[in-house]
């Protein structure tokens, strides 16, 4: 059975910390590992990887992937009060079918305090 | 101009009736889909749909029923409401191609079943 697991499930640390999130998978046909950020409604897109080794980088944010190991993480620099929110990963996968749904992790839910 | 759009934001009602919940995409995308995001915030796909036909249909019971009159609509169905049903339900859209495991959500459909 397909898997993606997100590891902490939560997470509260002060501004300006660092954090790292981590999220590994046990999939059959990888083609894509995606992160999104989830505030109050809709999950919003940050990075979608398909290599190793090739970071992302948007701002405060990046995110690497190991498809040898199969994980990801997802850093954020400097933390904000509104990087607040629950991270989910998710995978996408090959089904032939033109319509990939993806696999989404539990999340992690993080928390900036002032 | 939302991308991506469902109503109702908010849908109350009696186990045993039936509801609909509509989605429309204004990006131009082939592919649609439903999620399901319960109490624990767990995200799991419930459809896809590629150019109007059902291409996923994960393990959903018969009493929901998607509807994909154009590219541009994916509606869902629900007969003979349950309390279990009641969930956050999400619509997405994806571009066909090298992207096509980008999903835009809409803001959700917190459904609640008395």
Sequence with gaps: EDKVVQSPLSLVVHEGDTVTLNCSYEVTNFRSLLWYKQEKKAPTFLFMLTSSGIEKKSGRLSSILDKKELFSILNITATQTGDSAVYLCAVGMYSGGGADGLTFGKGTHLIIQP | ?114
């Design chain 2, 1 to 114: 101009d939302t991308a991506v759009s469902q109503t109702p934001k908010y849908l109350v009602t009696q186990m045993g009736n039936d509801k609909s919940i509509k989605c429309e995409q204004n990006l131009g995308h082939d592919t649609m889909y439903w999620y399901k995001q319960d109490s624990k915030k767990f995200l799991k796909i419930m459809f896809s749909y590629n150019n109007k036909e059902l291409i996923i249909n994960e393990t959903v019971p018969n009493r929901f029923s998607p509807k994909s009159p154009d590219k541009a609509h994916l509606n869902l169905h629900i007969n003979s409401l349950e309390l279990g049903d009641s969930a956050v339900y999400f619509c997405a859209s994806s571009p066909p191609g090298a992207t096509k495991n980008i999903q835009y959500f809409g803001a959700g459909t917190r459904l609640s079943v008395l």
